[in-house]
């Protein structure tokens, strides 16, 4: 059985300074997450296949995802154009423009991360949760407008600036991480709890994707959006009215300045006792590598999948991406919980990351449908390494720091998986006509590289004692 120094934390209590929340009162997190990732899901299958069919409808394509798979090669078309040719051409203009749909909100969201983070520590992570949820609130009123009135698909913009400046989804990730860091002790518990938290997210994101996938093919995406909106509404009502404040908010009465929401970074400058800073930044690394190969790549893998050879329509492709992402992060809790009894966490994530990287080499040369579901079962342990490595940064700062550290992991993360969209959708639309496997042989020697650098900090880990008294806090 493995010792339990991963129990031990690595700043005293002293050293603690904020008076923290009472870890006895349970805090309805998962609960929050529910109602959120039940919105937040739902809409980005809306997002992504309303894109794809108006694309298809101006080269004279109806019914382009909702194609059955003996039709794939031949959609329902007036033009005169080579059937293939065609697909290929709005697979081509798809993928650029929910490539830069994405990288549009992904990247705006960075800095205002960075604000909030440091917010979240002074002024509470209620407020970050209310900010970030107005954000996605107003985001589907605008798609509504544009839905019921077929506006122009460049409209879908705003909604996304407006996502973004006020947080997006990574500032609400990073919200949760930090209230489930307030409410929980460093260690193996603060792990698994953020694997709860993070699985839950998942588990709800695969449900609603896959009931969604089932109302767009056979209703519409109006109807779909007014319930996505009520589900926000809720969202922002149950925060207020049932979530506490967990945060020590250390330091209210400062002023605000720029110098203060860059301390997020201070973590990975400032030299620091016991290699914390290059753990940390061996740890940064980790999670933005992995979630630019992992999460960066959901529109590519849709667009894979519904052109031949796999030819899948979207209901297939719905219900397979709510299985993966249920299998892996039931798999993960499991794993987690299981594995933290007999070893460290840093074993753990090599685990996950071999997983993940040996999941996406195979996904590059799956021209089979048996193919695509030994890619799930090859990853079923990949989705491990991103609430290990969180719990694992997580130890190492003090209670008043852990809003600033989850929004230098959000910031860095969601900067990351912008820049590997743009290259994975621009890799997919150059190589669509001859190979299109090849954007996730691109993805697989990314996570060999993390698995390089999970193995470094897996050697540290083991040569340092891990049983720290006590770290200096970085003022």
């Known amino acids: ?38 919105a937040a899901s739902c809409l980005w299958p809306v997002q992504q296949y309303y894109a794809i069919t108006v694309i298809a409808e101006k080269h004279n394509v109806s019914n382009f995802i909702n194609h059955e798979e003996k039709s794939c090669h031949s959609p329902s078309t007036n033009s005169s154009n080579n059937p293939k040719i065609l697909v290929d051409k709005i697979e081509k203009e798809s993928s650029q423009f929910l490539m830069y749909l994405g990288f549009c909100g992904t990247f705006l969201s960075v800095i205002p991360i960075l604000c909030l983070g440091s917010i979240s520590d002074r002024l509470g992570r209620k407020f970050v949760l209310c900010f970030c949820l107005a954000g996605l609130l107003l985001k589907e009123i605008i798609y509504l407008v544009v839905i019921h009135f077929h506006l122009s698909l460049y409209i879908l913009y705003l909604a996304q600036v407006i996502e973004g400046l006020t947080g997006g989804f990574g500032g609400m990730l990073m919200a949760l991480f930090g209230m489930t860091a307030d409410v929980t002790e460093p260690g193996k518990n603060r792990a698994f709890r953020l694997s709860v938290v993070e699985g839950t997210a998942s588990i709800t994101y695969s449900l609603a994707t896959l009931g969604m ?121 499991v794993v987690v919980r299981i594995l933290h009894v007999f070893t460290q966490d840093y074993v753990i994530l090599v685990i996950g990351t071999l997983s993940a990287a040996s999941a996406s080499l195979l996904l590059a040369f ?44 959000a910031s860095v993360e969601l900067l990351f998986t912008a820049f590997a969209q743009l290259t994975y959708g621009g890799v997919y639309k150059a190589s669509v006509s001859f190979y299109p496997g090849l954007v996730f042989l691109i993805m697989g020697g990314v996570l060999f590289i993390v698995l390089i650098i999970s193995l470094t900090l897996f050697r540290w880990m083991r040569k340092e004692n891990l049983n720290i008294q006590t770290w200096q806090v970085i003022n």
Do not use: H
């Not at 933005?288 to 529109?299: E, P, V």
């Not at 852990?402 to 992991?409: E, I």
């Open 366 to 409: 799956a021209t089979k449908d048996w193919l695509v579901y030994l890619f799930v079962i090859v990853g079923i342990c990949s989705a491990t390494l991103f609430p290990t490595v969180r719990a694992m940064m997580s130890r190492q700062c003090t209670a008043a720091e852990q809003g600033s550290l989850f929004a230098s992991v």
């Open 1 to 38: 059985m493995a010792t339990d120094d991963t129990t031990t934390p690595l700043l005293n209590p002293s050293a603690r300074g904020a008076k923290r929340f009472k870890l006895s009162k349970w805090t309805p997190i998962e609960i929050l997450v529910v109602l959120y990732f039940l």
């Open 213 to 333: 996938g089932y109302w767009i093919k056979y209703g519409n995406f109006y109807f779909p959006l007014i319930f996505i909106s009520v589900m926000t509404i809720l969202t922002i009502a149950f925060c207020v009215l049932f979530i506490p404040e967990t945060s020590p908010m250390q330091g209210r009465n400062e002023t605000f300045s720029l110098v203060y929401f860059f301390k997020c970074f201070r973590f990975y400058v400032l030299p620091s006792p016991e290699g914390r800073r290059r753990k940390l930044t061996a740890s940064l690394f980790i999670l933005a590598l992995s979630g630019a190969a992992i999460l960066g790549r959901s529109s590519t893998l849709t667009l894979y999948l519904l052109k031949s050879p796999i030819c899948w329509n979207e209901v297939k492709v719905q219900i397979f991406t709510s299985v993966q992402t249920f299998a892996n992060w039931v798999a993960a809790m």
